[in-house]
Structure formats: structure tokens, C-alpha cells
């Protein structure tokens, strides 16, 4: 009877030291669940700084597109200037040589030697009026209608010169003679400056004519005369 009751209370001992130790100790899931959640956090530390870096290597990049966009946004509007600068010093060269040329075709431009009148025969024609054929232009018009120089020049010549009565002759800047005979009046000295539209005479019907007109000769050379209508067509003035 003591050795069964002495066998129990060692039973009952076992048991009760192999529960404390199961229940004060810490258990085997326990442990695991631990070590799991150490590992978790662990990862997740890992791709938090992983997602940091590249975030920053985004703004990075963003920041160096930023910049270079920048850059070309700058070179562009440079570009953009000195091609405006270009243009303008263009459009300023054009404007100076158009207003050059208006100033030259204004100095070549030419006006009617008189008013009032109507042409009467055209240079080349033939007639027993003249020794050879017409070598001018006849503007028919009352005798004392004003003769009026056509262009800027030089009296070279004044006075009675046969078949063409009472004759001036402008020279002018290129050389070019211009003759105006049959003048009833002259009102100009060889020597004189002229300038353009400036009267210089009257009509009359001097020397060799059948009534008074003006009979215009133009002459780039004093033996080459040319047919005056083109000549004034050529400066400007249609007869």
C-alpha cells in the first residue's frame, strides 16, 4: 500500500512538472510565430528603401528632363531671335535699295516738253519738208505755249541754227543732247542749269516748218538721234 501511494505521488509529480514546464516556458509555435514576424518586417524595411531610391532616381530623372527641356526651350528662343534679327536687317536692306531705286527712277523720270498740243509726224518719216527723214517728235501747239525743259541738264547750245529755227540744247548728266527748235522765243543762256519742268522757251514755227509746233530731237550722241516717243516712254511720260 505506501509503494503504490509513494508510485502515485511520482506520477502525479511527472505530470505536474511536465505541465509547468509546457505552460511557463515559451511554446514551439510561439517561437515560430516570432521568427516570422521578424523575417516579415525585415522585408518589408528592404523594399521600403528600395521604393525610396526610386522614387529619388524619378525625381531625378524628372528633374534632368526638366533641365534639358529647359536648355532647348533657351537655344530655341535664341534661334527665334537671331532669326528675327536676321529677317529685319533683310526687310531694312530691301527698304533702303527700294528706296534708292525710287530715287533713281524719280532722277531718270522724265516730263511733256509743252501742253496743249497734238502730235503731228513721228521720227523716220519721210517728206520733202526735211533733207533726210524726220529725225524728232512735232508737238503741234499755239504759237507762245511754254517749252518746258524734260529732265535735269546743262544748256550747251542757244540760238539760230537754220532748218530748226531758234534751237536750245540741254545736255544732260549721261551725255544725252536733247534739241528743242522752232522756238518763237528762247529764255535760257548756254551755260545755264536746268532743272526739270523748268520753262525754257515758246513754241513758234522758226526755220523750216508749215506752223508753229515744237520739233523735239533726242540724241545719246549729237550724230545718233532716237526716236524721241520711245525715249519718253522709257523715262516715264507717254505724248
Not at 527698304?95 to 522724265?110: D, F, G, P, T
Not at 548728266?173 to 532743272?195: F, K, M, N, P
Request: charged content about 15%; overall charge negative; proline content about 5%.
Amino acid at each position: 500500500m505506501p509503494t503504490l501511494v509513494g508510485v502515485a505521488a511520482l506520477a502525479i509529480a511527472g505530470t505536474g512538472a511536465a505541465g509547468l514546464s509546457h505552460g511557463g516556458g515559451p511554446r514551439a509555435d510561439s517561437i515560430q510565430l516570432s521568427s516570422g514576424a521578424n523575417s516579415l518586417s525585415g522585408t518589408d524595411a528592404v523594399a521600403f528603401t528600395a521604393d525610396r531610391a526610386q522614387r529619388a532616381q524619378a525625381i531625378s530623372r524628372d528633374s534632368e528632363r526638366q533641365a534639358l527641356q529647359a536648355a532647348a526651350d533657351q537655344e530655341l528662343h535664341r534661334a527665334a531671335e537671331a532669326q528675327n534679327r536676321q529677317r529685319n536687317a533683310a526687310l531694312a536692306s530691301l527698304a533702303r535699295s527700294a528706296e534708292k531705286r525710287a530715287h533713281q527712277i524719280a532722277a531718270n523720270q522724265w516730263v511733256l516738253p509743252t501742253e496743249h498740243f497734238h502730235l503731228t509726224a513721228g521720227f523716220g518719216q519721210e517728206s520733202g519738208l526735211w533733207s533726210s527723214f524726220h529725225t524728232g517728235l512735232d508737238f503741234a501747239a499755239p504759237t507762245g505755249t511754254p517749252i518746258f525743259a524734260v529732265a535735269d541738264g546743262v544748256v550747251t547750245e542757244t540760238g539760230w541754227a537754220g532748218a530748226y529755227g531758234y534751237r536750245t540744247i540741254e545736255t544732260l548728266a549721261d551725255g544725252t543732247e536733247i534739241w528743242y527748235c522752232h522756238q518763237s522765243s528762247i529764255g535760257v543762256s548756254s551755260g545755264e542749269q536746268l532743272h526739270q519742268d523748268e520753262t525754257i522757251g515758246a513754241v513758234g514755227s522758226t526755220g523750216n516748218t508749215t506752223g508753229p509746233h515744237l520739233h523735239l530731237e533726242v540724241r545719246p550722241s549729237p550724230d545718233d538721234p532716237v526716236d524721241p516717243f520711245t525715249a519718253l516712254e522709257q523715262h516715264g511720260v507717254t505724248p
